[in-house]
């Protein structure tokens, strides 16, 4: 199979896992603080990573090399993401929040051009600004509702930049593979995550409950293991192997895809209402992300093959 096509396969998988995401997110949430979840879903998922590698299933080697890029990548996501996502929809409306995330493709566009020289064709172009404007469709079904929240608008902003500049990060590390990527990012969240965990547990005198909460909730247990092995490390490896084939802007694409998978989910297991424009909208989605990675392409990878040296 062409490299191409087992990247934009490797994006359908980011978008799935990431898609259905929220609903297990929304499920945690609502009653377990947000850094307690942060903290455990990380966790879990350094330790399934650390079995792959010592069993040999992951290949990661970082003697030798300068782990400070990995650091930045880090920092970007999972860290000021997940942080700036979360505080940005508490101070705005969802569909607020929603609009403004679904425009992290453009961001990655634009970044890219910035930083990578990586100019788009026209063709490309507008399949990515067809396929934001079918994301802000979806995240606007409802009526828009806002919350005049200034600060909220600008955190959010904040965190599509911080997405967008993981993505460029990421095509620029060429000298790291996806699992080490996907393995740095997994040891920085965890040890940040769970410090954020500690200090709030120890400010509101719920160290208790952090400590012994996956083994005394399964609801909590279900929801972190899925976040952890199918986000923090499934949708991780694909999404950084993605890029390094297709580079960050073609990859980007496919994030809208996400919302996509949200509303499908909200459908099927929330019984949420699905109407002719989200119908609309959805092959808005499906078209644009088409679009960006197969008409006019232009291929923008870096890809780093493993060990071989």
């Given at each position: 199979m062409p490299k191409t096509l087992r990247a934009v396969g490797a994006c359908l998988v980011t978008s799935t896992f990431f898609g259905l995401s929220f609903i297990f997110i929304k499920m945690c949430v609502t009653e377990i603080p947000l850094f307690t979840m942060l903290a455990w879903r990380n966790i879990i998922a350094l330790i399934a990573m650390t079995v792959c590698v010592m069993t040999g299933i992951l290949k990661v080697n970082l003697k030798g090399k300068d782990l400070k890029p990995l650091l930045v990548l880090s920092l970007f996501q999972p860290i000021l993401y997940y942080i700036l996502e979360a505080l940005g929809v508490k101070l705005?409306?969802?569909?607020?929040?929603?609009?403004?995330?679904?425009?992290?493709?453009?961001?990655?566009?634009?970044?890219?051009?910035?930083?990578l020289k990586d100019k788009p064709t026209k063709l490309q172009s507008f399949f990515m600004v067809l396929t934001v404007a079918g994301a802000i469709i979806v995240a606007g079904i409802g009526g828009l509702q806002t919350s005049s929240n200034l600060l909220g608008y600008f955190i959010l902003i904040l965190a599509v930049c911080s997405d967008a500049a993981y993505s460029i990060t990421s095509q620029k590390l060429k000298d790291f593979t996806s699992a080490e990527k996907t393995y740095a990012m997994c040891i920085t969240g965890t040890v940040v995550f769970t410090v954020c965990a500690l200090v709030d547990s120890g400010v509101n005198g719920t160290m208790k409950d952090l400590v012994t909460l996956p083994f005394t909730n399964m609801g909590f247990l279900a929801c972190v293991l899925y976040l952890a092995l199918g986000c923090n490390i499934i949708a991780f490896l694909c999404s950084n192997y993605a890029i390094s084939i297709i580079g960050a802007t073609r990859r980007s694409a496919f994030a809208a895809v996400s919302t996509v998978i949200?509303?499908?989910?909200?459908?099927?297991?929330?019984?949420?209402?699905?109407?002719?424009?989200?119908?609309?909208?959805?092959?808005?989605?499906?078209a644009g992300a088409t679009g960006v990675n197969f008409a006019g392409r232009k291929d923008g990878g870096t890809e780093k093959l493993p060990d071989k040296k």
């Open positions: 705005t409306t969802a569909s607020e929040s929603g609009i403004i995330i679904a425009c992290i493709p453009i961001m990655t566009m634009i970044f890219s051009i910035i930083f949200t509303v499908v989910a909200g459908v099927f297991y929330l019984h949420e209402p699905f109407s002719w424009l989200q119908a609309l909208a959805t092959v808005m989605i499906l």
